[in-house]
């Protein structure tokens, strides 16, 4: 994958999600404003993403998020678990919103992604770990562990131990 491709998508993915949530109507609410947050404080803001949950999120930044994510097609549709046929359907609706449970989904497997970048320091080497079978998963491969919430934290908490460099 290229690395300065990468970085533009997470701009996009960037603009995209800030440009949203600065037009929810809740999102001054919640401290939020598009000139001085990022991607990753959008994460923090656990009351902004519960009313973007609540919302759905538009397939334009769904299609901007899959292209920071290494996932196939199915991989999406089996991590959503909705059809691929579906998936290729929504493409075609500029004003499809998903549903809140495909929402947080998505936003769940985006903020893995935003983390990793960020304790790897290279999106290269993140998707390299994700797609590695880890003893401390009993060989399964981080990605594999992404279709439920438990498994979600369990990655989480791995990449935040290898951030502070403890290694088990």
Known sequence: MDYKKNTSNFAVVNEAINSYVTNLNTA???NF????NSFSDF???KMLVIQVIKKGLPYKIFNAIKKIIPFTEDEWANYLNISKK???RYSNDKNHLFKPIHTEKIIELA???????D???STEQFYLWLN???FVFNNLKPSELLQDSYGKELVMEELNRIEHGIFG
């Open 43 to 45: 994460f923090d803001n």
């Open 33 to 36: 404003n598009k000139e001085n």
């Open 119 to 121: 304790v790897f320091d």
């Open 86 to 88: 579906s998936l290729q």
């Open 132 to 134: 590695t079978p880890l």
């Open 28 to 30: 001054s609410i919640f």
């Open 111 to 117: 903020e893995v992604t935003n983390f990793g970048k």
